[in-house]
C-alpha cells in the first residue's frame, strides 16, 4: 500500500483520537495533508533517490582559498518529538583540484535535513558528503538552529538556540584558517 495512504489513515487516527471532529470541512482534508507533505516534502530526504545528483568541476583557476555558502536556511524535524528545527548552515570548504556548484551546497543541506534529524548528526553528515564527493580533507560546517522541541514545549525558552560543528583537515588543524572561517560568516575569532 502507498505510504501516503498508510500515513493519512493513521493520521486520521492520531486527530480522532485527540477528539477532533473530522466531519468539519477545514479538518477533513488534513490527513491527507499531512501525509503527502511527510512523503513529498519534510522527510524527502530519507530516500536515497532523492540524493541530489552533484557534478564535479576541475578548479580551472587553480582557486586554493576558501570556498564558503553561508546562511543557507535549515528546515528539519527534530527526531525525538517530531518538531521542527530551522537554522541556517555555514560549509566551507578548500580545493584539492575539485569544485561543485554552489547551489550544490544548499542541496546537500537540505537533503539531510529532510528527514527525522538530530544537529550533530546533520552537522557531520553534510561534511562527510562533502568530503567524499570533492577527495578533500577541509571542509567545514556550522549549524545554528532552533528547536521547537526547546523554544514550544518542555522548558518553552524561545531564545536559546544550539550551535553544532564539525572541522575536519586544515579547518581542525590551524587555528588561522578556522578563525578566517568564523569572520567569514560572521562568528567570533579564535585568538593562538
Known amino acids: 500500500m502507498n505510504k501516503i495512504i498508510k500515513i493519512e489513515k493513521h493520521f486520521f487516527q ?9 466531519n468539519d470541512n ?24 532523492n540524493e541530489p545528483k552533484i557534478s564535479v568541476f576541475e578548479n580551472k583557476y587553480k582557486y586554493k582559498q576558501m570556498i564558503i555558502e553561508k546562511n543557507i536556511t535549515v528546515y528539519s524535524t527534530c527526531e525525538h518529538h517530531f518538531l521542527p528545527i530551522i537554522g541556517k548552515a555555514h560549509v566551507g570548504y578548500i580545493s584539492n583540484g575539485k569544485i561543485i556548484g554552489l547551489s550544490k551546497i544548499n542541496r546537500i543541506v537540505n537533503f539531510y535535513s529532510k528527514r527525522p534529524q538530530v544537529q550533530e ?64 560568516i560572521g562568528f567570533f575569532s579564535f585568538k593562538t
Open 121 to 184: 548528526r546533520l552537522t557531520v553528515q553534510i561534511v562527510d558528503m562533502l568530503k567524499k564527493i570533492l577527495s578533500i580533507r577541509d571542509v567545514a560546517c556550522i549549524i545554528e538552529a532552533k528547536h521547537l522541541c526547546v523554544n514550544s514545549r518542555g522548558i518553552k525558552d524561545i531564545d536559546s538556540s544550539t550551535i553544532t560543528t564539525e572541522f575536519r583537515g586544515s579547518f581542525r588543524d590551524d587555528y588561522k584558517i578556522k578563525s578566517e572561517f568564523f569572520h567569514h
Open 26 to 49: 477545514n479538518l477533513k482534508q488534513t490527513p491527507k495533508r499531512v501525509a503527502k507533505m511527510f512523503v513529498e516534502e519534510i522527510f524527502s530526504g530519507i530516500h536515497p533517490e
Open 14 to 22: 492520531i486527530m480522532k483520537i485527540l477528539g477532533l471532529d473530522m
